[in-house]
């Protein structure tokens, strides 16, 4: 198809996720108390990339909460390892997900996506292509992938920025599953802000992404901005369960074509 979602599912000629808009409401959320900001600058029409910074498997979660809001149908570039999930990858796929697998050099995931800001989609996707571990975690400059800004040079579509705070008091890294609140206990606070749309004009996709990358910081509360040592505990909390790898690696990760 077109719009490079063949297994999107549809029922009366409309998308899944749009049957299921009505539902998607924050306030409706078990797990966190949502809050919104800048919705007005998502384009009503159009083709779009929206970029969010990477903070916790809940990201996702907040963002599709966004692209409800907005009235408009969005497909979403995720992780191999999502779709490898049951039934949650059979959801993502149902709603027009794109598989990732990063470090096949294939280009076919920007294609399809390309295709679908072509048919006018939202498209929503995280430059840093993984959740920072350690140290990296808490660096207030942002790393990104080139994939967000080579989709926008193939496309000429605008680039929304999204900065996302408070996801990890929700999921952190370190657990198999989000935290739900016990009766009585204050949700934690996730904020969506969302920026003012802009074109890429940067001819180099690493010129391109830094500039992706520091739309979005300008979205995040001033502590995120700060460079500081995180505790112990802070940095347990960004190791997925077994990790065995070096988390000193990941400051040193550089953009690549990997989307």
Same mark, same amino acid.
């Given at each position: 198809?077109?719009?490079?979602?063949?297994?999107?599912?549809?029922?009366?000629?409309?998308?899944?996720?749009?049957?299921?808009?009505?539902?998607?409401?924050?306030?409706?959320?078990?797990?966190?108390?949502?809050?919104?900001?800048?919705?007005?600058?998502?384009?009503?029409?159009?083709?779009?990339?929206?970029?969010?910074?990477?903070?916790?498997?809940?990201?996702?979660?907040?963002?599709?909460?966004?692209?409800?809001?907005?009235?408009?149908?969005?497909?979403?570039?995720?992780?191999?390892?999502?779709?490898?999930?049951?039934?949650?990858?059979?959801?993502?796929?149902?709603?027009?997900?794109?598989?990732?697998?990063?470090?096949?050099?294939?280009?076919?995931?920007?294609?399809?996506?390309?295709?679908?800001?072509?048919?006018?989609? &939202? #498209?929503?996707?995280? /430059?840093? *292509?993984?959740?920072?571990?350690?140290? !990296?975690?808490? +660096?207030?400059?942002?790393?990104?992938?080139?994939?967000?800004?080579?989709?926008?040079?193939?496309?000429?579509?605008?680039?929304?920025?999204?900065?996302?705070?408070?996801?990890?008091?929700?999921?952190?890294?370190?657990?198999?599953?989000?935290?739900?609140?016990?009766?009585?206990?204050?949700?934690?606070?996730?904020?969506?802000?969302?920026?003012?749309?802009?074109?890429?004009?940067?001819?180099?996709?690493?010129?391109?992404?830094?500039?992706?990358?520091?739309?979005?910081?300008?979205?995040?509360?001033?502590?995120?901005?700060?460079?500081?040592?995180?505790?112990?505990?802070? &940095? #347990?909390?960004?190791? /997925?369960? *077994?990790?065995?790898?070096?988390?000193? !690696?990941?400051? +040193?990760?550089?953009?690549?074509?990997?989307?």
């Amino acid at each position: 198809m077109a719009e490079g979602a063949g297994s999107v599912v549809r029922l009366a000629g409309r998308e899944l996720q749009a049957w299921l808009r009505p539902l998607s409401q924050p306030g409706l959320d078990p797990w966190a108390r949502i809050v919104i900001e800048g919705i007005e600058n998502i384009p009503a029409t159009g083709g779009a990339i929206l970029v969010f910074n990477h903070r916790s498997y809940y990201d996702s979660v907040a963002v599709s909460y966004l692209v409800a809001k907005s009235g408009r149908n969005g497909r979403f570039l995720g992780k191999k390892e999502v779709f490898d999930v049951p039934v949650v990858g059979a959801i993502a796929k149902a709603m027009g997900g794109i598989r990732v697998e990063r470090g096949t050099g294939s280009d076919e995931p920007l294609e399809r996506a390309a295709d679908s800001l072509r048919a006018g989609y &939202l #498209i929503a996707m995280a /430059p840093q *292509g993984t959740i920072p571990r350690g140290p !990296a975690f808490f +660096d207030p400059e942002l790393k990104g992938r080139w994939g967000a800004a080579r989709l926008a040079a193939m496309t000429g579509v605008p680039v929304v920025p999204v900065g996302l705070w408070g996801t990890e008091k929700v999921w952190p890294r370190s657990e198999r599953l989000p935290r739900l609140p016990w009766p009585g206990q204050a949700k934690p606070v996730v904020t969506v802000r969302v920026g003012q749309p802009f074109k890429v004009t940067a001819k180099d996709p690493d010129v391109a992404t830094r500039a992706i990358m520091k739309k979005i910081t300008a979205l995040l509360p001033i502590e995120a901005r700060r460079r500081r040592t995180p505790t112990e505990e802070e &940095l #347990i909390r960004t190791y /997925p369960p *077994g990790y065995r790898g070096d988390p000193n !690696a990941e400051a +040193d990760r550089r953009p690549g074509r990997d989307t």
